[in-house]
Antibody, heavy 120, light 107 residues
Framework: EVKLLESGGGLVQPGGSLRLSCAAS????????MSWIRQPPGKAPEWLGV??????????EYNPSVKGRFTISRDNTQNILYLQMNTLRAEDTAIYYC???????????WGPGTMVTVSS | DVQMTQSLSYLAASPGESVSISCKAS??????LAWYQQKPGEAYKLLIY???TLQSGTPSRFSGSGSGTDFTLTIRSLEPEDFGLYYC?????????FGSGTKLEIK
């Protein structure tokens, strides 16, 4: 059974940093692209970026809206996906989801999400 | 960016009825469209991809249609567990984008 579980969310001050984790199980982690998606309260989901699979060199691609501030990485020995978020702003407040991404660019499994609140 | 518009933000229907949820893309996206269901406290669930292909485990009462700019998710013979939010997502080009969602309430 595919399972994804995010952690690391919480309250952070504007300008601060936070690293989210996503523990994956139930599938061969290195075979899949993995994405981060966020959803601000009451708004549509927003794709943040992707890290590709082993066959594609674990390269990354980002939504221009967060490029330069957010970094996606993965630990393929522990099957963990990461999202490093820097210079956080109030508008980064959202539920953050990790999602398995078949190389066709939709999302076939999601985690339950972790809440990030940026506020002083 | 490709804008995805779900014109109906809210929809109420009774069990046994059929409903259709529409999604419109700001440019042609061929059939690179997915539909998701989100229920409170649960993870997003992929229902349909490639516009009309049911994901494994999606009940056959769900169907998707459309190509180009106009797409429809149809649920035949609604079940009580079908309440929730429904989102479309295009994957024709990056950044990948989602519609704003349609909330389906069961009467």
């Amino acid at each position: 059974e595919v399972k994804l579980l995010e952690s690391g969310g919480g309250l952070v001050q504007p300008g601060g940093s936070l690293r989210l984790s996503c523990a994956a199980s139930g599938f061969t982690f290195t075979d899949f692209y993995m994405s981060w998606i966020r959803q601000p309260p009451g708004k549509a989901p927003e794709w943040l970026g992707v890290i590709r699979n082993k066959a594609n060199g674990y390269t990354t691609e980002y939504n221009p809206s967060v490029k330069g501030r957010f970094t996606i990485s993965r630990d393929n020995t522990q099957n963990i996906l990461y999202l490093q978020m820097n210079t956080l702003r109030a508008e980064d407040t959202a539920i953050y989801y990790c999602a398995r991404t078949p190389s066709y660019w939709y999302f076939d499994f999601w985690g339950p999400g972790t809440m990030v609140t940026v506020s002083s | 960016d490709v804008q995805m518009t779900q014109s109906l933000s809210y929809l109420a229907a009774s069990p046994g009825e059929s409903v259709s949820i529409s999604c419109k893309a700001s440019k042609s996206i061929s059939n690179y469209l997915a539909w998701y269901q989100q229920k409170p406290g649960e993870a997003y669930k992929l229902l349909i991809y490639s516009g009309s292909t049911l994901q494994s485990g999606t009940p056959s009462r769900f169907s998707g249609s459309g190509s180009g700019t106009d797409f429809t998710l149809t649920i035949r013979s609604l079940e009580p567990e079908d309440f929730g939010l429904y989102y479309c997502q295009q994957y024709y080009e990056k950044p990948l984008t989602f519609g704003s969602g349609t909330k389906l309430e069961i009467k």
